[in-house]
């Protein structure tokens, strides 16, 4: 097990994968989890605190030496750490081991398969098992991609196996209703990033009401949403109205 030891703050990173940023001549580091990396790349994993190790952008991980405030503005123009530690995440390189690409593949791979089963359906309506849908992907040979989006995959996949596999894709009906101030209307644009198509959009009883169709899969991003910080001073529910067949793929 990899360990660094920074004196800095005194903060042992235990399991640590180094993500180093190259920009404007400079070098920036962020302390990363393994095998979480890919994760966040591809969107399965959502939460910075689970992929990151310390809220710290470094010059250098092995000695503790920590950008500073000033240094992050003249590169990034901006001194928002949070900001600037997604930046290194999303641009920055690092070195994978065989077996962490091994398992970081296996990991999205079955997340891909688990996305499609909960967003698909047989012809007669009925669930497909997820071992069923691994061997579908498998036999048409679909391959993962590590620095992809996981959406862009699950569509990939389900163009992918609709021609060995007869399935009908379907959405959830969900109905949000939040109150009718400009943060309500802030947080249901927000919500609406997740949707498909919206169904209505109306003022009930004083509070904003807004009724969408969403792929499955998006249902978790928008429980996400609903419990970020941002938005706790606001009432607000989200709760399933119904599953909705749509168009069949064939």
């Known amino acids: 097990m990899t360990s660094i030891f920074t004196?800095?703050?005194?903060?042992?990173?235990?399991?640590?994968?180094?993500?180093?940023?190259k920009i404007k001549g400079?070098?920036?580091?962020?302390?990363?989890?393994?095998?979480?990396?890919?994760?966040?790349?591809?969107g399965i994993e959502t939460k910075l605190e689970d992929v990151i190790q310390s809220?710290?952008?470094?010059?250098?991980?092995?000695?503790?030496s920590i950008a500073t405030k000033k240094e992050l503005l003249e590169t990034f123009g901006t001194e928002d750490i949070v900001s600037v530690i997604k930046k290194i995440l999303t641009n920055g390189t690092y070195q994978m081991s065989d077996k962490e690409r091994e398992e970081a593949l296996s990991s999205i791979f079955k997340t891909v398969a688990s996305t499609i089963t909960?967003?698909?359906?047989?012809?007669q309506n009925n669930m497909y098992p997820q071992s069923m849908i691994e061997k579908a992907l498998k036999e048409v040979h679909?391959?993962?991609?590590?620095?992809q989006n996981i959406r862009k995959q699950v569509k990939e996949g389900i163009n992918k196996i609709k021609t060995i596999l007869p399935i009908v894709e379907f959405k959830m009906i969900v109905?949000?209703?939040?109150?009718?101030?400009?943060?309500?209307?802030?947080?249901?644009?927000?919500?609406?990033?997740?949707s498909d198509e919206v169904v209505s959009d109306e003022v009930v009883g004083g509070d904003k009401q807004i009724i969408l169709k969403i792929k499955p899969e998006n249902f978790h991003q928008l429980d996400l949403?609903?419990?970020?910080?941002?938005?706790?001073?606001?009432?607000?529910?989200?709760?399933?109205?119904?599953?909705?067949?749509?168009d069949r793929i064939t």
């Open 142 to 147: 679909f391959k993962v991609n590590l620095g």
């Open 225 to 246: 949403l609903a419990n970020d910080q941002r938005w706790s001073n606001i009432q607000k529910t989200i709760s399933i109205d119904k599953y909705h067949n749509i």
């Open 7 to 21: 004196p800095t703050n005194q903060i042992r990173f235990t399991n640590v994968a180094v993500v180093r940023h």
């Open 175 to 194: 109905r949000i209703l939040v109150e009718n101030t400009d943060v309500g209307e802030e947080f249901t644009k927000k919500c609406l990033e997740y």
């Open 26 to 42: 400079k070098k920036f580091e962020v302390a990363c989890y393994r095998n979480k990396i890919a994760g966040w790349r591809s």
């Open 118 to 123: 909960s967003s698909v359906v047989s012809p």
């Open 55 to 64: 809220n710290q952008v470094f010059k250098d991980v092995a000695t503790g």
